[in-house]
């Protein structure tokens, strides 16, 4: 069982950054998981933010973050991270951080299979 805990949420104005954390614990191998963040916004769907594969090498960028936000992960910490620059207020969510246990990232919600509590992200405008 791997437990998952986002930090690093809140509220900020537009143009501002944020970082968000992912502390994995538990029986987890933690550099042999796929990592990604999600978002869901009221009354929509949850959508994949960004996602890397185990080594931090391959990445995948949502074309609405693309240039503003970066994934990276310290293995030896357990830890993934999501640097958000340039905010707009259309980034408003919650933010999830969920894993999986293979090497590589997935694209659909249905394929991970750990996930975190989440952490609100409000942009004013």
């Known amino acids: 069982q791997v437990q998952l805990v986002e930090s690093g949420g809140g509220l900020v104005q537009a143009g501002a950054s944020l970082r968000l954390s992912c502390l994995a614990s538990?029986?987890?191998?933690?550099?042999?998981?796929?990592m990604g963040w999600f978002r869901q916004a009221p009354g929509k769907e949850r959508e994949l933010v960004a996602a890397?594969?185990?080594?931090?090498?391959?990445?995948y960028y949502a074309d609405s973050v693309k240039g503003r936000f970066t994934i990276s992960r310290d293995n030896a910490k357990n830890t993934v991270y999501l640097q958000m620059n340039s905010l707009k207020h259309e980034d408003t969510a919650v933010y999830y951080c969920?894993?999986?246990?293979?090497?590589?990232?997935?694209?659909?919600?249905?394929?991970?299979?750990?996930w975190g509590q989440g952490t609100q992200v409000t942009v004013s405008s």
């Open positions: 969920a894993a999986v246990p293979r090497g590589s990232y997935y694209q659909r919600a249905d394929q991970y299979d750990y």
């Open positions: 538990g029986r987890t191998t933690f550099s042999s998981y796929g």
């Open positions: 890397t594969n185990w080594s931090g090498y391959n990445k």
